[in-house]
Protein backbone atom coordinates (compact mmCIF):
# COMPACT_ATOMS: atom_id res chain seq x y z
CA UNK A 1 0.00 0.00 0.00
CA UNK A 2 1.22 3.06 -1.10
CA UNK A 3 1.26 6.36 1.71
CA UNK A 4 2.24 9.88 1.39
CA UNK A 5 0.81 13.38 0.38
CA UNK A 6 -2.71 13.63 -1.74
CA UNK A 7 -3.33 17.01 -1.63
CA UNK A 8 -1.41 20.29 -1.31
CA UNK A 9 -1.82 24.06 -0.75
CA UNK A 10 0.08 26.81 0.25
CA UNK A 11 -0.37 30.50 1.24
CA UNK A 12 1.14 33.72 1.79
CA UNK A 13 -0.25 37.13 2.64
CA UNK A 14 -0.91 39.87 0.25
CA UNK A 15 2.25 42.05 -0.20
CA UNK A 16 5.93 41.69 -1.45
CA UNK A 17 9.10 43.46 -0.79
CA UNK A 18 11.11 43.54 -4.33
CA UNK A 19 14.85 42.74 -3.36
CA UNK A 20 16.29 45.10 -5.80
CA UNK A 21 14.77 48.06 -4.31
CA UNK A 22 15.91 46.84 -0.63
CA UNK A 23 19.27 46.11 -2.13
CA UNK A 24 19.06 49.70 -3.11
CA UNK A 25 18.21 51.13 0.18
CA UNK A 26 20.57 49.33 1.79
CA UNK A 27 23.45 50.56 -0.74
CA UNK A 28 23.90 47.08 -1.80
CA UNK A 29 24.38 45.79 -5.53
CA UNK A 30 21.19 44.52 -6.53
CA UNK A 31 22.91 41.61 -8.17
CA UNK A 32 23.77 40.12 -4.38
CA UNK A 33 20.29 39.59 -3.90
CA UNK A 34 19.10 38.51 -7.23
CA UNK A 35 21.86 36.58 -7.89
CA UNK A 36 24.33 36.28 -5.03
CA UNK A 37 21.10 35.13 -2.68
CA UNK A 38 18.87 34.30 -5.48
CA UNK A 39 15.87 35.84 -4.02
CA UNK A 40 13.74 38.50 -6.50
CA UNK A 41 11.22 39.14 -3.59
CA UNK A 42 10.09 38.44 -0.27
CA UNK A 43 6.81 37.81 1.20
CA UNK A 44 5.78 40.65 3.67
CA UNK A 45 3.81 39.38 6.72
CA UNK A 46 0.72 41.65 8.11
CA UNK A 47 0.35 41.96 12.45
CA UNK A 48 -2.91 40.74 10.90
CA UNK A 49 -1.70 37.14 9.87
CA UNK A 50 0.24 34.36 12.11
CA UNK A 51 1.12 31.30 11.56
CA UNK A 52 -2.37 29.79 12.25
CA UNK A 53 -4.35 31.80 10.21
CA UNK A 54 -1.48 31.44 7.63
CA UNK A 55 -1.95 27.55 8.29
CA UNK A 56 -6.28 27.86 7.50
CA UNK A 57 -5.63 29.72 4.61
CA UNK A 58 -3.58 27.57 3.07
CA UNK A 59 -5.45 24.34 4.77
CA UNK A 60 -8.51 25.78 3.56
CA UNK A 61 -8.04 24.74 -0.47
CA UNK A 62 -7.95 21.27 0.25
CA UNK A 63 -10.39 20.42 3.19
CA UNK A 64 -13.98 19.44 1.87
CA UNK A 65 -16.59 17.35 3.14
CA UNK A 66 -15.44 14.35 1.44
CA UNK A 67 -12.34 14.52 3.50
CA UNK A 68 -13.06 16.13 6.92
CA UNK A 69 -14.42 13.39 9.07
CA UNK A 70 -11.37 11.23 8.06
CA UNK A 71 -8.97 13.57 9.49
CA UNK A 72 -7.99 12.18 12.89
CA UNK A 73 -4.46 13.74 13.48
CA UNK A 74 -3.41 17.30 12.66
CA UNK A 75 0.32 18.03 13.09
CA UNK A 76 1.55 21.44 12.74
CA UNK A 77 5.23 22.04 12.25
CA UNK A 78 6.38 25.86 13.17
CA UNK A 79 9.23 27.56 15.40
CA UNK A 80 7.11 30.59 15.57
CA UNK A 81 4.28 29.37 17.88
CA UNK A 82 1.76 31.60 19.54
CA UNK A 83 1.79 29.71 22.50
CA UNK A 84 4.16 28.07 24.82
CA UNK A 85 1.45 25.85 26.13
CA UNK A 86 -1.12 25.23 24.12
CA UNK A 87 -0.42 23.95 19.88
CA UNK A 88 -1.37 25.77 16.69
CA UNK A 89 -2.61 22.97 15.79
CA UNK A 90 -5.66 23.13 18.47
CA UNK A 91 -6.58 26.34 17.05
CA UNK A 92 -6.23 25.10 13.54
CA UNK A 93 -8.88 22.13 14.27
CA UNK A 94 -11.21 24.51 15.52
CA UNK A 95 -10.47 27.17 12.69
CA UNK A 96 -11.29 24.39 10.12
CA UNK A 97 -14.08 22.41 12.00
CA UNK A 98 -12.28 19.43 11.77
CA UNK A 99 -13.33 16.08 13.83
CA UNK A 100 -13.01 16.53 17.70
CA UNK A 101 -11.76 13.02 17.67
CA UNK A 102 -8.27 14.04 16.06
CA UNK A 103 -4.56 13.98 17.62
CA UNK A 104 -3.33 17.62 17.23
CA UNK A 105 -0.07 18.96 18.29
CA UNK A 106 2.85 21.21 17.42
CA UNK A 107 6.50 19.69 16.54
CA UNK A 108 9.21 22.26 16.85
CA UNK A 109 13.21 21.68 15.55
CA UNK A 110 13.77 25.13 13.73
CA UNK A 111 13.16 24.26 10.06
CA UNK A 112 12.86 20.46 10.43
CA UNK A 113 9.03 20.70 11.94
CA UNK A 114 7.11 19.60 9.63
CA UNK A 115 9.14 16.99 8.18
CA UNK A 116 8.97 15.10 11.10
CA UNK A 117 5.62 15.53 11.33
CA UNK A 118 4.91 14.34 7.35
CA UNK A 119 7.26 11.24 8.99
CA UNK A 120 5.04 10.84 12.19
CA UNK A 121 1.66 11.02 9.57
CA UNK A 122 3.27 8.39 6.97
CA UNK A 123 3.84 6.06 9.47
CA UNK A 124 0.52 6.62 10.87
CA UNK A 125 -1.61 5.59 7.69
CA UNK A 126 0.06 3.30 7.35
CA UNK A 127 -1.04 1.08 10.39
CA UNK A 128 -4.86 3.06 9.86
CA UNK A 129 -5.20 3.24 5.92
CA UNK A 130 -8.61 4.27 6.29
CA UNK A 131 -7.31 7.82 8.07
CA UNK A 132 -5.91 11.07 6.65
CA UNK A 133 -3.68 13.07 8.26
CA UNK A 134 -3.41 16.72 7.77
CA UNK A 135 0.49 18.15 8.48
CA UNK A 136 1.62 21.62 8.23
CA UNK A 137 5.02 23.66 8.05
CA UNK A 138 4.04 27.46 8.15
CA UNK A 139 6.18 30.05 10.10
CA UNK A 140 7.32 33.80 9.56
CA UNK A 141 11.35 34.11 8.73
CA UNK A 142 12.56 37.42 11.16
CA UNK A 143 16.01 38.66 11.60
CA UNK A 144 15.59 42.48 11.65
CA UNK A 145 15.63 45.60 9.30
CA UNK A 146 18.98 46.32 8.43
CA UNK A 147 20.69 42.74 9.62
CA UNK A 148 22.68 40.20 7.85
CA UNK A 149 19.68 38.13 7.49
CA UNK A 150 16.93 40.79 5.88
CA UNK A 151 17.00 39.59 2.93
CA UNK A 152 16.36 35.77 3.68
CA UNK A 153 13.04 36.74 5.72
CA UNK A 154 9.88 35.75 4.59
CA UNK A 155 6.55 34.24 5.60
CA UNK A 156 3.76 31.52 4.58
CA UNK A 157 2.08 28.03 4.97
CA UNK A 158 2.23 24.97 3.50
CA UNK A 159 -1.09 22.37 3.91
CA UNK A 160 -0.55 18.34 3.09
CA UNK A 161 -2.85 15.73 3.38
CA UNK A 162 -1.39 12.96 3.98
CA UNK A 163 -3.47 9.42 2.99
CA UNK A 164 -3.11 6.45 1.69
CA UNK A 165 -3.40 5.39 -2.39
CA UNK A 166 -2.04 9.39 -2.59
CA UNK A 167 -2.56 11.32 -5.93
CA UNK A 168 0.57 13.22 -5.64
CA UNK A 169 3.37 11.38 -4.05
CA UNK A 170 4.43 8.62 -2.28
CA UNK A 171 7.13 7.48 0.40
CA UNK A 172 8.52 4.31 1.26
CA UNK A 173 9.13 5.20 4.91
CA UNK A 174 12.97 4.54 4.89
CA UNK A 175 15.35 7.89 5.22
CA UNK A 176 18.41 8.80 6.85
CA UNK A 177 19.04 11.17 9.08
CA UNK A 178 21.52 13.08 11.69
CA UNK A 179 21.54 15.46 14.22
CA UNK A 180 24.04 17.40 16.40
CA UNK A 181 23.59 19.86 19.14
CA UNK A 182 25.19 23.41 16.91
CA UNK A 183 24.01 26.98 17.42
CA UNK A 184 24.26 27.70 13.71
CA UNK A 185 20.13 29.78 13.87
CA UNK A 186 18.48 30.11 17.31
CA UNK A 187 15.48 32.45 18.47
CA UNK A 188 16.06 32.74 22.48
CA UNK A 189 12.21 33.09 24.01
CA UNK A 190 12.67 36.83 24.09
CA UNK A 191 12.87 37.75 21.22
CA UNK A 192 10.58 37.69 17.54
CA UNK A 193 13.97 37.81 15.73
CA UNK A 194 16.06 35.31 14.98
CA UNK A 195 19.95 34.84 15.91
CA UNK A 196 21.96 33.62 13.10
CA UNK A 197 25.93 32.72 12.30
CA UNK A 198 25.62 32.93 8.41
CA UNK A 199 28.52 31.67 6.92
CA UNK A 200 28.85 28.71 9.59
CA UNK A 201 24.82 27.59 9.25
CA UNK A 202 25.55 27.43 5.42
CA UNK A 203 28.51 24.68 6.14
CA UNK A 204 26.58 23.17 8.48
CA UNK A 205 23.66 22.56 6.07
CA UNK A 206 25.83 21.67 2.76
CA UNK A 207 27.77 18.96 5.55
CA UNK A 208 24.13 17.66 7.01
CA UNK A 209 23.12 16.92 3.09
CA UNK A 210 26.27 15.29 2.26
CA UNK A 211 26.29 12.90 5.68
CA UNK A 212 22.55 12.50 4.97
CA UNK A 213 22.64 11.47 1.45
CA UNK A 214 25.77 9.27 2.11
CA UNK A 215 23.97 6.97 4.11
CA UNK A 216 20.85 7.25 2.18
CA UNK A 217 22.65 5.76 -0.74
CA UNK A 218 24.12 3.10 1.67
CA UNK A 219 20.71 1.84 3.07
CA UNK A 220 19.11 1.53 -0.01
CA UNK A 221 22.00 1.07 -2.46
CA UNK A 222 20.60 3.78 -4.90
CA UNK A 223 22.38 6.50 -6.48
CA UNK A 224 22.25 9.86 -7.81
CA UNK A 225 21.03 8.27 -11.25
CA UNK A 226 18.10 6.85 -9.89
CA UNK A 227 16.61 10.33 -9.22
CA UNK A 228 14.94 12.54 -11.82
CA UNK A 229 14.92 15.72 -8.84
CA UNK A 230 16.64 16.93 -6.13
CA UNK A 231 15.45 19.74 -3.77
CA UNK A 232 16.14 21.34 -0.35
CA UNK A 233 14.91 23.18 2.33
CA UNK A 234 15.51 26.92 1.24
CA UNK A 235 15.87 29.35 3.23
CA UNK A 236 17.63 31.65 0.08
CA UNK A 237 18.06 29.60 -3.42
CA UNK A 238 21.47 29.83 -3.59
CA UNK A 239 21.41 27.66 -0.34
CA UNK A 240 20.19 24.63 -1.83
CA UNK A 241 22.56 25.12 -5.17
CA UNK A 242 25.25 24.81 -2.94
CA UNK A 243 24.12 21.41 -1.86
CA UNK A 244 23.09 20.38 -5.01
CA UNK A 245 26.78 21.38 -6.37
CA UNK A 246 28.28 18.99 -4.10
CA UNK A 247 26.48 16.10 -5.45
CA UNK A 248 26.82 16.23 -8.89
CA UNK A 249 30.19 15.37 -9.63
CA UNK A 250 28.21 11.71 -9.01
CA UNK A 251 26.08 12.23 -12.11
CA UNK A 252 26.17 12.10 -15.77
CA UNK A 253 26.99 15.24 -17.57
CA UNK A 254 23.54 14.52 -19.13
CA UNK A 255 21.74 13.76 -15.40
CA UNK A 256 23.75 16.89 -13.94
CA UNK A 257 21.98 19.23 -16.03
CA UNK A 258 18.47 17.49 -15.82
CA UNK A 259 18.65 17.61 -11.95
CA UNK A 260 20.04 21.46 -12.11
CA UNK A 261 17.00 22.19 -14.50
CA UNK A 262 14.77 20.69 -11.67
CA UNK A 263 16.21 22.72 -8.99
CA UNK A 264 15.28 25.70 -11.22
CA UNK A 265 12.07 24.70 -11.20
CA UNK A 266 11.81 23.52 -7.73
CA UNK A 267 12.77 27.28 -7.06
CA UNK A 268 10.51 29.20 -8.66
CA UNK A 269 7.95 29.98 -5.93
CA UNK A 270 10.74 30.00 -3.13
CA UNK A 271 12.59 33.04 -4.87
CA UNK A 272 9.03 35.17 -4.84
CA UNK A 273 8.22 34.48 -1.25
CA UNK A 274 11.34 34.02 0.41
CA UNK A 275 11.71 31.94 3.63
CA UNK A 276 9.22 30.13 5.29
CA UNK A 277 11.60 27.91 7.91
CA UNK A 278 9.32 24.47 8.12
CA UNK A 279 7.40 25.27 4.69
CA UNK A 280 10.10 25.58 2.74
CA UNK A 281 11.08 22.54 1.53
CA UNK A 282 7.52 21.65 0.76
CA UNK A 283 6.75 24.67 -1.21
CA UNK A 284 9.81 23.82 -3.57
CA UNK A 285 8.27 20.54 -3.89
CA UNK A 286 5.08 22.57 -5.02
CA UNK A 287 7.01 24.43 -7.07
CA UNK A 288 8.81 21.25 -9.05
CA UNK A 289 5.50 19.75 -10.14
CA UNK A 290 3.79 23.05 -11.12
CA UNK A 291 6.22 23.83 -12.92
CA UNK A 292 8.84 20.77 -14.50
CA UNK A 293 6.71 19.32 -17.32
CA UNK A 294 9.67 16.68 -17.91
CA UNK A 295 8.63 15.37 -15.15
CA UNK A 296 6.07 11.49 -15.17
CA UNK A 297 4.30 9.13 -13.05
CA UNK A 298 6.84 7.20 -11.29
CA UNK A 299 9.89 9.71 -11.14
CA UNK A 300 11.78 9.65 -7.86
CA UNK A 301 12.29 12.75 -6.24
CA UNK A 302 15.14 13.60 -3.48
CA UNK A 303 14.28 15.45 -0.50
CA UNK A 304 16.79 17.26 1.56
CA UNK A 305 14.96 18.62 4.73
CA UNK A 306 17.17 20.77 7.37
CA UNK A 307 16.46 22.51 10.62
CA UNK A 308 19.52 24.63 12.33
CA UNK A 309 20.65 23.66 15.43
CA UNK A 310 20.50 20.76 13.81
CA UNK A 311 18.70 18.18 12.33
CA UNK A 312 18.62 17.28 8.58
CA UNK A 313 17.08 13.89 6.64
CA UNK A 314 17.48 12.48 3.18
CA UNK A 315 14.13 10.46 2.06
CA UNK A 316 12.67 10.18 -1.58
CA UNK A 317 9.34 10.05 -2.97
CA UNK A 318 7.86 8.08 -5.70
CA UNK A 319 5.40 10.83 -8.07
CA UNK A 320 1.84 9.83 -8.62
CA UNK A 321 -0.53 9.59 -11.54
CA UNK A 322 -2.20 12.30 -10.14
CA UNK A 323 1.22 14.88 -9.15
CA UNK A 324 0.00 17.92 -12.00
CA UNK A 325 -2.77 19.90 -11.15
CA UNK A 326 -3.06 22.99 -13.34
CA UNK A 327 -5.58 24.48 -11.28
CA UNK A 328 -3.55 24.15 -8.37
CA UNK A 329 -0.54 26.12 -10.36
CA UNK A 330 -2.93 28.72 -11.66
CA UNK A 331 -3.99 29.38 -8.02
CA UNK A 332 -0.65 29.96 -7.05
CA UNK A 333 0.55 32.12 -9.45
CA UNK A 334 -2.52 34.66 -9.44
CA UNK A 335 -2.03 34.63 -5.49
CA UNK A 336 1.51 35.62 -6.06
CA UNK A 337 0.92 37.76 -8.92
CA UNK A 338 -1.96 39.60 -7.55
CA UNK A 339 -0.06 40.51 -4.42
CA UNK A 340 0.82 44.41 -3.57
CA UNK A 341 4.51 45.70 -4.00
CA UNK A 342 5.37 47.79 -0.87
CA UNK A 343 8.25 50.67 -0.77
CA UNK A 344 11.04 49.85 1.40
CA UNK A 345 9.90 52.38 4.23
CA UNK A 346 6.31 50.38 4.58
CA UNK A 347 7.73 47.30 4.92
CA UNK A 348 9.84 48.63 7.96
CA UNK A 349 6.86 49.68 8.84
CA UNK A 350 5.02 46.96 9.02
CA UNK A 351 8.03 44.96 10.49
CA UNK A 352 7.63 47.17 13.22
CA UNK A 353 4.40 46.57 14.30
CA UNK A 354 4.81 42.98 14.51
CA UNK A 355 2.57 41.97 17.87
CA UNK A 356 5.34 41.47 20.72
CA UNK A 357 2.40 40.71 23.22
CA UNK A 358 2.10 42.11 26.71
CA UNK A 359 -0.54 41.74 29.59
CA UNK A 360 -3.52 43.56 28.34
CA UNK A 361 -6.11 43.38 25.44
CA UNK A 362 -4.61 44.24 21.47
CA UNK A 363 -6.94 45.27 19.05
CA UNK A 364 -5.30 44.77 15.31
CA UNK A 365 -6.91 46.62 11.97
CA UNK A 366 -8.66 43.54 10.12
CA UNK A 367 -10.49 45.54 7.37
CA UNK A 368 -6.86 45.34 5.83
CA UNK A 369 -6.17 42.49 5.74
CA UNK A 370 -8.30 40.29 2.94
CA UNK A 371 -8.21 36.21 3.64
CA UNK A 372 -10.63 34.55 5.34
CA UNK A 373 -8.63 33.55 8.50
CA UNK A 374 -7.15 36.70 10.48
CA UNK A 375 -5.91 37.30 13.77
CA UNK A 376 -7.53 40.09 15.15
CA UNK A 377 -6.09 40.50 18.69
CA UNK A 378 -6.43 39.62 22.11
CA UNK A 379 -8.92 39.74 24.62
CA UNK A 380 -8.59 38.35 28.22
CA UNK A 381 -5.01 37.41 27.31
CA UNK A 382 -7.19 34.92 24.53
CA UNK A 383 -6.36 35.18 21.07
CA UNK A 384 -8.99 36.23 18.82
CA UNK A 385 -9.34 34.55 15.14
CA UNK A 386 -11.77 35.86 12.74
CA UNK A 387 -13.58 33.69 9.88
CA UNK A 388 -14.66 35.54 6.87
CA UNK A 389 -17.33 33.95 5.14
Known amino acids: ?77 TETGVD ?24 KQACYGATAGLQMARDYVQLHPDKQALVIGADVARYGINTPGEVTQGGGAVAMLVTSNPRIISFDGVSSFYSKDIMDF ?82 MYNKRVGNLYSGSLYLSLLSLIDNDDELVPGDLVGLFSYGSGAQGEFFTG ?47 PIDADNAKYVFAGVKNNQRQYLIRK
Open 1 to 77: MNVGIDAISFYTPEMYLSMEELALARDEDPNKYLIGIGQQQQSVIPNTQDVVTMAANAADGIINDDNREHIDLVIFG
Open 84 to 107: NSKSAAIYLQNLLGLNPNTRAFET
Open 186 to 267: WRPLYTTEAIVDGHYSNDVYVNFFNETWQQYKKQTGLSISDLKAMIFHLPYPKMGIKGLRSVLPEASSEQSTTLKTAFNFGS
Open 318 to 364: KLEAGFFNAKRRDHIIAMLDQRKQVSVSKYETIFSSWPRLKPGDLSL
